[in-house]
C-alpha cells in the first residue's frame, strides 16, 4: 500500500511558541491531504483539508490563524501550531489518498504534541 | 456535512465469542465505509472496507455489512481473540481523492479470556 510519513512523532514545546508538523506521501502524490486531531480516548476529529497550491479549508470550529497550514508541494502537507498553548496538547495525525479509482486513505504515523 | 454515529462506546465479549458494533451516517453521497483499529498512540489500521454497491463484505473472522436504504452498516468480529482487543472506529467518505473521511466517536473492545 501507499506510504504516509508524518515528523515529528513526539514534541515537547514550551507554551507560547509555535510547533511544525510535517506530512509527507512518500510513493504517490497527493492533491489534497487532511489533518485530524484526536484527544485522549476521543475519535479523530477533522482539522482541516490541505490542497496543494491554495488554501485549506478548515472544519467548523478550527482557527486557521492558530493551525496554519501549507501544502506546498504535491507530497508535503504541513501543520504549524502557533501561539501553542497546553489545550493544544493532543495527538495529530495527517492522511491522504493516492486516488487513481481507489478510496483508501492512508495514515501518517501521528504526531504526540505535549505543551507544556 | 456528514455525520457519523457509533456504538456501543465499550463493548466487552468473551473470548470465543462475536462482537457487532453499529455505524449509522448521515449523508447519503458517502459510498465508501472503512473500519479502522486504532492501537493506543499508533495510526488507525484499516481492517475492512465496504463501498454502496455491495451489501455485505467478509474477510475471514470479520465481516461488514451495508444498508443503505437505512443508512446503517456494522462490523461483525467472529471467534474473537484476545488480539482484537483496541478501539474500533467506523468511518464515511467518498471515492473521490479530495473527499474527506468522517470519523465515528469509536468503541472499545475488550477480549475477555
Request: aromatic letters at 8%.
Amino acid at each position: 500500500g501507499a506510504v504516509v510519513s508524518q515528523h515529528p512523532s513526539r514534541v515537547i514545546c514550551k507554551s507560547g511558541t509555535s510547533v511544525k508538523i510535517e506530512c509527507r506521501s512518500l510513493d504517490f502524490q497527493a492533491t489534497t491531504m487532511f489533518w485530524y486531531r484526536q484527544f485522549p480516548k476521543q475519535s479523530l476529529m477533522l482539522m482541516a483539508t490541505s490542497n496543494e497550491g491554495s488554501k485549506a479549508t478548515y472544519e467548523q470550529g478550527v482557527e486557521k490563524d492558530k493551525f496554519l497550514i501549507n501544502h506546498a508541494s504535491l507530497t508535503l502537507s504541513t501543520l504549524t501550531v502557533t501561539s501553542a498553548h497546553p489545550e493544544d496538547s493532543s495527538f495529530y495525525i495527517c492522511s491522504a489518498k493516492p486516488g487513481q479509482g481507489k478510496p483508501e486513505a492512508f495514515f501518517g504515523q501521528g504526531t504526540r504534541l505535549t505543551v507544556v | 456535512g456528514e455525520n457519523v454515529e457509533q456504538h456501543p462506546s465499550t463493548l466487552s465479549v468473551q473470548e470465543g465469542d462475536s462482537a457487532v458494533i453499529k455505524c449509522t451516517y448521515s449523508d447519503s453521497a458517502s459510498n465508501y465505509f472503512p473500519w479502522y483499529k486504532q492501537e493506543l498512540g499508533k495510526r488507525p489500521q484499516l481492517i475492512i472496507d465496504i463501498r454502496s454497491n455491495v451489501g455485505e463484505k467478509k474477510d475471514q473472522r470479520i465481516a461488514v455489512t451495508l444498508n443503505k436504504t437505512a443508512k446503517h452498516f456494522s462490523l461483525h468480529i467472529t471467534e474473537t481473540q484476545p488480539e482484537d482487543s483496541a478501539v474500533y472506529f467506523c468511518a464515511a467518505s467518498t471515492h473521490s481523492s479530495a473527499s474527506k473521511i468522517i470519523f465515528g466517536s469509536g468503541t472499545r473492545l475488550s477480549i475477555r479470556p
